[in-house]
Nanobody, 122 residues
Framework: VQLQASGGGLVQAGDSLRLSCAVSGRTSSAMSSIHEVGWIRQAPGKEREFVASITWFDGVPSYEESLKDRFTISRDNAKATVYLQIYRLKAEDTAVYYC????????????WGQGTLVTVSS
């Protein structure tokens, strides 16, 4: 499974931004093995932080509690793409945002994209 994150950039505090994560697999069985796709971010000098996830086949979202009021995760299975909409951006949202896949047979995120940098200017 391969993931390609995009949509980051330099934005102003208070703006909105939508990140995209294109998911692909060499075989249909690889795609069928996906349980969920998550967004995880890492701010400069900090640990990685879970942001949100969505189950691949039935679209059930989960959020980090402190972020759920400003973040919305969604997916378009026809495009094999997962989106992360961020509203009312804050300086502390500055981070590299990664998308990752958790397969059905694992408790952790096994496949990771390269990340997309979001920089929020105040």
């Amino acid at each position: 499974v391969q993931l390609q994150a995009s949509g980051g950039g330099l934005v102003q505090a208070g703006d909105s931004l939508r990140l995209s994560c294109a998911v692909s697999g060499r075989t249909s069985s690889a795609m069928s093995s996906i349980h969920e796709v998550g967004w995880i971010r890492q701010a400069p000098g900090k640990e990685r932080e879970f942001v949100a996830s969505i189950t691949w086949f039935d679209g059930v979202p989960s959020y980090e509690e402190s972020l759920k009021d400003r973040f919305t995760i969604s997916r378009d299975n026809a495009k094999a793409t997962v989106y992360l909409q961020i509203y009312r951006l804050k300086a502390e949202d500055t981070a590299v945002y990664y998308c990752a896949v958790r397969p059905r047979d694992r408790p952790d995120y096994r496949y990771w994209g390269q990340g997309t940098l979001v920089t929020v200017s105040s």
